[in-house]
């Protein structure tokens, strides 16, 4: 019973503090709404509606009402699935935000994948080899991409590969001639290409992820790249090392049987940091390619001045920031046994 109540008691701390944040989160979203200037009323009934009018639609969304209570039945609607209705498309933000997101969770995983793999393979060579030309000429690609601004990064790109030397598809997920002819069935446009079976809608969905993939790869690869040459340099000072190198290890060898597994957790941490990052960071992203994820939703929503489709999509983003934090804490606590 002793070795059971430490881990009640953790999971319990777990979930106590996971509801803690997402009420904080509602908490802020709902006070970002009712201190916004943008008037929901107006959007509705327009500027040349009567007083009655006008009074009759602000009853009915409940804004005469005091801002606890308004705070009360938000929490009640998104309870019951209700984010609201959007004045730009006017259909419910949540079947919006569905239709956007595996556009966005797309996007970000492929880019996630290939930049994690390119990330930790650099930072491991840049420790294997530091101090060398090698380690300057990587790490000097890696700061470009901390440096500069994506979405001029972004149009470099349309302007280069696709516009000048037409390497690569242009923005959107897939040429107009396979818009209509390729049915939605999951929402992820490559394996909707897939069970199309139309192998030339796949090529071209395919092409047209080459560019905003890439790119969200490089910004990832730049973080994960330069975290774990460091943490892998921390590792290579400590004792357990230079035993290694006194039995006769390979320099390798001991990077890829002794230092990787001992940062797993940094690991694990970056890779989940880059992965809610990119979820967030996409907006210019998919501004730039005419991605129709949740990104382009928000900015359409912004120059529209729709605080309810702004409030869904924020919570959407932060909600899934929190949960892969979590998760990531989870699994090194979990992979880790100096931790756990």
Aim: charged content about 10%; glycine content about 8%.
């Amino acid at each position: 019973m002793s070795h059971i109540s430490p881990r009640l008691l953790r999971v319990t701390q777990t979930l106590i503090t996971l509801a803690l944040t997402l009420f904080g989160l509602l908490l802020v979203t709902f006070s970002l709404s009712a201190l916004s200037p943008v008037d929901r009323v107006l959007q509705i009934v327009g500027d040349h509606a009567s007083q009655s009018t006008y009074d009759q639609v602000r009853h009915q969304l409940g804004l005469d009402q005091p801002l606890p209570v308004q705070f009360w039945h938000y929490l009640l609607s998104l309870f019951h699935g209700d984010l609201g209705t959007a004045s730009a498309t006017g259909q419910p933000v949540l079947q919006d935000l569905l239709s956007a997101f595996p556009a966005t969770l797309e996007l970000a995983t492929l880019a996630l994948v290939i930049g994690t793999a390119l990330g930790i393979f650099a930072g491991v060579l840049c420790a294997r080899f530091a101090g060398s030309p090698l380690d300057l000429a990587v790490r000097t690609f890696t700061l470009l991409g901390n440096s500069v601004p994506i979405f001029w990064l972004g149009l470099l790109m349309l302007a280069l590969f696709y516009a000048k030397l037409q390497w690569s598809a242009g923005p959107g997920r897939l040429d107009d001639i396979y818009q209509y002819t390729v049915t939605p069935q999951t929402g992820f446009v490559l394996m909707d290409t897939w069970l199309s079976g139309d192998s030339q809608a796949f090529r071209n969905a395919l092409s047209h992820m080459v560019l905003p993939v890439t790119l969200l790869a490089y910004y990832s690869l730049a973080s994960i790249t330069r975290l774990t040459r460091s943490a892998c340099l921390g590792e290579m000072n400590k004792e357990y090392i230079l035993l290694a190198r006194a039995k006769g290890a390979g320099e390798m060898t001991i990077m890829l049987r002794h230092v990787l597994p001992n940062i797993r957790g940094t690991l694990l941490t970056v890779v989940a940091l880059s992965y809610t990052s990119m979820l967030e960071g996409a907006v210019l992203t998919e501004t730039v390619f005419s991605w129709p994820g949740i990104g382009r939703y928000l900015t359409t929503a912004l120059f529209a001045g729709d605080t309810t489709a702004i409030m869904g999509g924020t919570l959407v983003i932060g909600v899934c920031f929190v949960l892969i934090n979590n998760l990531a804490d989870l699994l090194v606590r979990l992979t880790d046994p100096r931790i756990r």
